[in-house]
Every structure is written in structure tokens, then in C-alpha cells.
């Protein structure tokens, strides 16, 4: 069949996706899918494609990470619940399913050329490509913050060795101390994950036999995710330890000063033993360096296959996706990514696409035993991922009930990981 020059691809809208489905891998034996990011986005996605496409595709992972340890659950591990290595895991599977897993970064990606630039100067060609690069941390959106602030103040919004050092910091607390946490704008990953994280704090000091440690929220925010259900639990769990304080109540941020491990906001200063302070978001660098964002510093897609409104012969997963209803969670970023795969597929060999359709559960562990959840069904519609069906815990539920989400987010996380990594 006729090749699709470059100058074609690149003036595709959307609008012309249809037709193209129709045309089959360019006449070569097999197509390339490059995937870009190994989370849970872009692994799946890989694994997904190799799998389900019986060899028919040559796919290519490109993660600089040989090991990677899931920001999901890391609370957890946070709480003394889990150990970092229960949480950490290798690609042998994708190897074992067929994706050629190249431990490099991308450090451009040239959608003219339809080529992938790595940070060691190689190239590599793709006929459609996955971007999954997660976030990055919007450094200026926290006056006195920066990246090497962050080894003073972590953020661990990205697990490893961030996590490993905020959870060393926080054993090291004497009775008395005061943590302090400044909690990221909308949008970012894991809605409810600052709170959860909060608890967590909570019942590491409890469990140390501390009467006099205090845990405060610096909140930009006005409200957040579950909220009723996080201070319900506080209040029972950890009463007096955990201040939440919203806009209005700390009047906004001044700066953090990392050489005293202070907080100052518009009505007081915190001079606190640990301070955690989580940015804003951005999508991944490489996706912004791509100019596959819009102004909200996120990627457009097409609700109906996860494909980037800038650019037919990219897709665009996970976090650094802008999913309309759907929160930033590794529950989304899987589901998303069975969508991108067969949309991948139903372009470059005829496999059928199916409407899309979504799924996501959040679990927050509040205290040993107390977990809640919130989720829902979401399916394309008004031009977004819109919501079909939502679910929450209520307040005042049964301990048995609360006992019984956690076993379900413990299924949940080998499945997941399972399902991600193979
Ligand atoms: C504390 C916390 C708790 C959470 N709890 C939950 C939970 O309980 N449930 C849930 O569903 N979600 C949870 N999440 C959210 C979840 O972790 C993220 O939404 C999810 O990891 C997003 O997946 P992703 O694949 O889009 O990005 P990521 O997981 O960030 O993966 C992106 C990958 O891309 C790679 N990458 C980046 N740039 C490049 C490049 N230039 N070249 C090559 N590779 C690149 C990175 O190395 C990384 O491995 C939590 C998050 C946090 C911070």
C-alpha cells in the first residue's frame, strides 16, 4: 500500500483519524509503538500492546529507572505498613511479554521525523507513540522551595529515594515536634493522597507513644478530597493531632525557609521538625519539551482513545494526561492505557476498536485497619472522560467495612502491579 509521507502525518487533525484507522502499518511488516515512562501508565500500555498484539508490533519501553517503586501505596510504606521493596518492581516481565525495555531517558522527542532522541544520542522511530511521563513538580509554585530545598523539605510526590528519606526524618521525631505539610493545588496526582499521608504521620508518632507532636496542613485549597471521611477518622484516631488549615485560616504561603525548616504563611510562622512540602504539577517535562500541553500545563486527548489533540500520532496516559473527570491515580493511568493500546492497535493492524471506557478506586488507609475509598465508572462524553457512575464511603460505617477495603486495596495493589508489570 501507498507510505504516508511525513508532511501527511503531520498535518493530520483529528478530524482525519477515522480514515487513517483504515490504513494498515505502512506496508511494513511490523509497526513500531514507542512507549515513553514505565509507571503504571506506560507499562501497561507496552504490556498491553505486546500481549494482545501476538508479535504483531514491535514495541519499545523507554524508562531510565531499572526498578521502580510505586508512588501508590507508598503511604504505606510511610505508615510501617509495607517495606520499600513490596513496593518496588523490575521489567522482566514486560521483557518476558516481548517489550524491548530500554533503560534510558527521552531526552526529545521530533514528531516531524516521527523519532525519539535518547539522552545517550540515540534514535529510535516510531509509528505511533505513548507518552506516559508521569509529573513534575512545578518548583516556583512554593516561594523558598526548589529542587534542592527537596532534600531538606521532601516532597516524596515521587517515590523512592524521596520517600525513603521523609520517612527517616519522620522516626527520628522527638515527643513534641511539629510537622508541618504544604498541600498541592489542583491539579496533581492522588487527590486524596496528602491526607491519607497526613494519617499516616498520625499513626507512626501515636504508635511511638507521642502525646505532644502536631501535624498542620498548609492548604491552598478550600476543601479536598474525602474530607469528611479524613477528619472524622482524625478525630477518632488522633485527637488534637492533625490541624488542618485552609486559605482563609493561614491567609497563603510566604515562603519555606530550608535552613530553619520554617513555613511562614500570611498569619504565622511554623518553625517545624519536618516539613513536607508538595508542589504543584505539571505534566512530565518531556511531554512539555514535546509541546504536547496546553496552558494548563497538562495534555489535551481525545476522550474516545486517549490520543493527543496536538498530535494524531501520539497518545497521551496517565498523569500527565488532562482525563476530565477522572483523578491522576495508577488505577486511571492503567485503565487509560488499555484504551491507548487498542486505539494503538486499531491503527497499525486492524485490530477492532471498542468504545472506550474507564474505571478508577482511590483507597486511603486513615489508621491500622480504617481504610475508605471513593471511586467510579467514566466513559467519553461532552468532549471529556466524563463520570457515569461514582461511589464514595460514608461516614460512621462499620469497622468490619472499613477493615474489609483494606483487604480490598491490598488485592487490588498485586493485581495492579501484576497487570502493569506482568
Ligand atoms: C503518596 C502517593 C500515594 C498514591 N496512592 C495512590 C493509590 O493509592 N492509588 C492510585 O491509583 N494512585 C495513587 N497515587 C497516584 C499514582 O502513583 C500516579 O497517579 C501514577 O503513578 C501515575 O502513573 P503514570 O504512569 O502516569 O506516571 P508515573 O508513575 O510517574 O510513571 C512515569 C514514568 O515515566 C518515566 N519518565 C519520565 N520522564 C521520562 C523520560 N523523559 N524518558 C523516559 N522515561 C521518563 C519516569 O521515570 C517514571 O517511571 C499515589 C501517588 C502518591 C504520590
Not at 545517550?120 to 505511533?128: K, P
Not at 521523609?166 to 504544604?182: C, E, P, Q, T
Request: charged share 20%; aromatic share 8%; hydrophobic share 40%.
Amino acid at each position: 500500500m501507498t507510505r504516508i509521507t511525513r508532511r501527511a502525518f503531520t498535518a493530520m487533525t483529528s478530524a482525519s483519524i477515522g480514515a487513517l484507522v483504515t490504513m494498515r502499518a505502512y506496508g511494513k511488516a511490523r509497526p513500531n509503538v514507542v512507549v515513553i515512562g514505565g509507571g503504571p501508565g506506560g507499562a501497561t500500555a507496552a504490556r498491553y500492546l505486546a500481549t494482545d498484539g501476538g508479535g504483531a508490533i514491535d514495541v519499545t519501553l523507554i524508562e531510565p529507572q531499572r526498578r521502580f517503586t510505586t508512588c501508590f501505596f507508598s503511604n504505606h510504606y510511610v505508615g510501617g505498613f509495607r517495606s520499600l521493596a513490596s513496593i518496588t518492581h523490575g521489567y522482566g516481565g514486560l521483557r518476558r511479554a516481548g517489550v524491548k525495555v530500554i533503560h534510558e531517558r527521552a531526552a526529545a522527542v521530533d514528531r516531524a521525523r516521527r523519532q525519539i532522541a535518547l539522552a545517550n544520542g540515540r534514535r529510535i522511530a516510531y509509528d505511533r507513540l505513548i507518552v506516559a511521563p508521569g509529573i513534575d513538580m512545578r518548583w516556583d509554585s512554593v516561594p523558598g522551595y526548589s529542587e534542592a530545598a527537596s532534600a531538606t523539605m521532601p516532597h516524596a510526590w515521587k517515590a523512592g529515594a524521596q520517600t525513603e528519606l521523609l520517612v527517616r526524618k519522620l522516626n527520628a521525631l522527638d515527643d513534641g515536634s511539629l510537622v508541618v505539610m504544604i498541600a498541592p493545588p489542583n491539579p496533581y496526582r492522588c487527590p486524596p493522597g496528602p491526607y491519607e499521608r497526613a494519617s499516616m504521620f498520625a499513626h507512626v508518632l501515636k504508635s511511638k507513644g507521642h502525646k505532644r507532636s502536631r501535624i498542620v496542613i498548609v492548604d491552598g485549597k478550600p476543601s479536598f478530597s474525602k474530607q469528611g471521611l479524613f477528619v472524622e477518622g482524625w478525630a477518632r484516631h488522633y485527637p488534637g493531632m492533625i490541624e488542618w488549615l485552609d486559605p482563609q485560616a493561614h491567609g497563603g504561603v510566604v515562603e519555606v525557609v530550608p535552613s530553619t525548616n520554617e513555613v511562614r504563611t500570611a498569619r504565622a510562622t511554623h518553625r517545624a521538625a519536618l516539613v513536607n512540602v508538595i508542589p504543584a504539577q505539571r505534566a512530565g517535562s518531556i511531554a512539555y519539551d514535546a509541546a504536547l500541553v496546553d496552558e494548563s500545563g497538562f495534555c489535551p486527548i481525545h476522550p474516545d482513545s486517549m490520543r493527543s489533540k496536538i498530535d494524531a500520532n501520539v497518545f497521551v496516559i496517565g498523569d500527565a494526561c488532562i482525563a476530565g473527570d477522572m483523578p491522576k491515580s495508577a488505577f486511571s493511568a492503567n485503565s487509560q492505557a488499555k484504551v491507548a493500546a487498542l486505539a494503538v492497535r486499531a491503527d497499525l493492524v486492524a485490530a477492532r476498536m471498542l468504545p472506550a471506557s474507564y474505571m478508577n478506586t482511590c483507597w486511603s488507609v486513615i489508621a491500622a485497619g480504617d481504610c475508605v475509598k471513593v471511586g467510579g465508572t467514566y466513559a467519553p462524553a461532552e468532549g471529556k472522560i466524563k463520570a457515569i457512575a461514582t461511589f464514595v464511603s460514608q461516614t460512621g460505617e462499620a469497622d468490619q467495612l472499613r477493615a474489609t477495603n483494606l483487604q480490598e486495596a491490598n488485592d487490588w495493589y498485586r493485581g495492579i502491579v501484576r497487570d502493569t508489570f506482568g
